[in-house]
């Protein structure tokens, strides 16, 4: 590995990288959980769960 | 009953023609990969209870079968139940007809011819010898083609689709084709010396961390994200109820391929790994648990006031069986994660027993259910025998007990009697092929259940059989309990 690198990798601090780490995620987390469960999208949601009915018969 | 939105012209005739020449392939090719690959899994199950059945050449010993095993089962049965299940939902839940019909039949072609090369290269010795990626350059770049073929005609499917929403299961689709893509590349990357032989780019621990980081996430993005897609249509639709929490499904999607993909050091505990990484991978196994058992409770409760029909229906009960299996073997890979747990686990028969209640129990029974609703649906007929289903329900359960028993209980003793130490703090078992020889007896408890799973498949391929070829429904008819 070059060696700058090398020494950049070395002197990331495990700490700073996975507190961040662990804040991402934890936004991503509630965004999502608040894409589901917004009144707003009630509706959207139970539409979708019937999307596997739409087909009108088989074949 | 589709309606028209628009209030425009939305006759009956104007249902997209979907592609159901290209399903019936690959639910043909399932079938018959499926009975292959499992026969091979009895078939080295019998070589490790009983020497002799390596026969004495090259190319039918345990060392050459066991990879075509793993190949056969993961990617021909395993690929071609998904990529049946894909083009038959697909189309329907984004009402159009496949982009390009030309690549469908690539894809297909292109992915048997693979699977026919690695039936030949894995015997003959050819392999680059990393797990779950055995084959040998030529066919890997080969899989690469096939695969953006594939990418290419499901996306523009998905970019041409009817339907705004893209519902769950199409979800968990996109992020197997993405994946999968991205863990074949950068894990095969090789310098080829020879038509045969190449040289891994990667070196030593780098080479372990990149090949376990690709291993784990074959299991999770090819052994659990297209099924759950395929749990989530055709769980609903055999039980004839919508998902139970469709806003649980998304945010356990979201959560499933995000922790996914950082969970691979836990087959490296104890290894050279440096701890951080061993412990991140740890965490995010343990932490996997929520997401899967998300999957897991909203399959069981879909069925919430359908368990009458459970009872009778085998549809209904493979697919259960499935997600109690898929719920078991999810909550018993974080405990294996464990660093202290896995000291006791790893490289024993219990990570056998765990592969097999995740693959026969889960990926196995969920496929089932799949194709015996499928070949009634899209042959529109009804089942030539159907207590036969019945009967390799119970035998594929029945003989999934037994082979996971056999090895957890192998596992725990060799691991036990590895490390017993006697009073005098030396080795109670120094002689290692002792403790070998007392497996003896559950590795042909393996051969009796993994036989009864054998033999269950092959009633359903005769059942197929005769179903496709005997009388269709009358027309408009539907067929009874689908
Ligand atoms: C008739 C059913 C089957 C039998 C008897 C069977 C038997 C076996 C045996 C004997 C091994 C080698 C174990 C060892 O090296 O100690 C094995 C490995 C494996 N099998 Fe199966 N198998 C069956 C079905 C399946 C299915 C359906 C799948 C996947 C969908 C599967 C996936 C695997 C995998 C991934 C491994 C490698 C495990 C590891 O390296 O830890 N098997 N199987
Ligand atoms: C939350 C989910 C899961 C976690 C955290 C997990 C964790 C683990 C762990 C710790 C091992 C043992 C590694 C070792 O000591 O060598 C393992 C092996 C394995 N698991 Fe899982 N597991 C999970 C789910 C599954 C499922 C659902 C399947 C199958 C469909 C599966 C298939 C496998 C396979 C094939 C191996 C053997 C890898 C090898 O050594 O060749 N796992 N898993």
Redesign the interface.
């Known amino acids: 590995m070059n060696p700058l690198l090398r020494e950049a990798a070395a002197s990331v601090q ?1 700490g700073w990288l ?1 507190g961040v780490m662990t804040l991402v ?1 934890i936004a ?2 509630l965004a ?2 608040w ?3 917004t009144p707003k999208h009630r509706q ?16 | ?3 028209s939105t628009s209030g425009t012209v939305a006759t ?1 005739a104007s ?1 997209p023609d979907y592609d ?1 020449d290209i399903v019936k392939k690959f639910f043909t090719a399932t079938v018959v990969w499926g009975i292959v690959g499992m026969l091979v899994g009895v078939v080295i199950a019998l070589q490790l209870a009983w020497r002799p059945a390596n026969l004495g050449l090259p190319w039918t010993t345990f060392g050459r079968l066991r990879p075509l095993h793993t190949n056969a089962v993961v990617f021909a049965f395993g690929g071609n139940v998904v990529f049946t299940g894909i083009y038959h ?1 697909m189309q ?2 984004l ?1 159009t007809r496949m982009w390009n019909d030309t690549l469908s039949r690539i894809h297909f072609w292109g992915w048997q011819l693979i699977i026919v090369a690695a039936a030949v290269t894995l015997p003959l010795g050819l392999t680059q010898s990393k797990e779950y990626a055995e084959l040998i350059w030529p066919i890997d770049v080969a899989i690469t083609l096939v695969w953006v073929v594939f990418a290419v005609n499901f996306f523009a499917t998905v970019a041409i689709r009817k ?1 705004e ?1 893209m ?3 199409i979800w968990f689709y996109m992020s197997f084709v993405i994946t999968i893509a991205v863990l074949h590349i950068v894990n095969s990357l090789v310098i080829p010396a020879t038509l045969f032989r190449s040289y891994p780019i990667y070196a030593g621990l780098t080479d372990a961390l990149v090949q376990w980081w690709y291993g784990h996430n074959a299991v999770g993005f090819f052994l659990t994200t297209p099924f759950l897609g395929l749990m989530y ?1 055709y769980l ?2 055999a039980a004839d109820r ?2 139970y929490s ?3 499904s ?2 356990h999607f ?2 499933l391929v ?1 922790l996914y993909i950082w969970a691979g050091p836990h087959h490296l505990l104890y290894s050279a790994l440096p701890d ?1 990484a061993q412990t ?1 991978g740890m965490v995010f196994s343990i932490m996997l648990i929520a997401p899967s058992w998300g999957g897991m409770l909203n399959g069981l409760l879909t069925l919430k006031g359908a368990w009458d029909r459970v009872r009778t229906d085998p549809i209904l009960k493979f697919m259960v069986v499935a997600v109690s299996f898929y719920g078991m073997s999810t909550f018993e890979g974080p405990m294996m994660s464990i660093r202290a747990v896995n000291g006791l686990a790893h490289y024993t028969n219990w990570v056998i027993g765990h592969v097999h209640s995740g693959a026969l129990g889960w990926v196995g029974m969920i496929s089932f259910g799949m194709l015996y609703w499928m070949v009634q ?2 042959w ?1 007929r009804p089942l030539a025998y159907p207590s036969w289903a019945s009967h390799h329900f119970w035998l594929a359960t029945i003989g999934i007990v037994i082979y996971t028993v056999a090895m957890w209980a192998a596992g725990l003793m060799e691991g036990l009697q590895w490390r017993a130490l006697d009073d005098a703090g030396r080795l109670a078992n120094p002689i290692f092929l002792d403790i070998t020889h007392r497996l003896n007896p559950f590795l042909w408890l393996r051969v009796v259940g993994g036989s009864m799973y054998l033999v269950g498949a092959v009633m359903m391929g005769i059942n197929f059989w005769k179903t496709i070829r005997g009388p269709s429904a009358p027309a408009g008819a ?1 067929v009874e309990g689908v």
């Open positions: 495990f996975m995620f991503c987390f999502w959980v894409y589901a469960y959207m949601m139970e539409e979708a769960a019937r999307l596997p009915f739409m087909d009108g018969g088989e074949n | 009953m589709e309606q009956p249902r159901m939902s329907r839940l009402k339907v929403h519902y769950v299961a249509y609903p639709r919508p998902v469709y806003r649980l998304i945010i979201w959560a995000f951080w991140l649906n899209i529109n539907r």
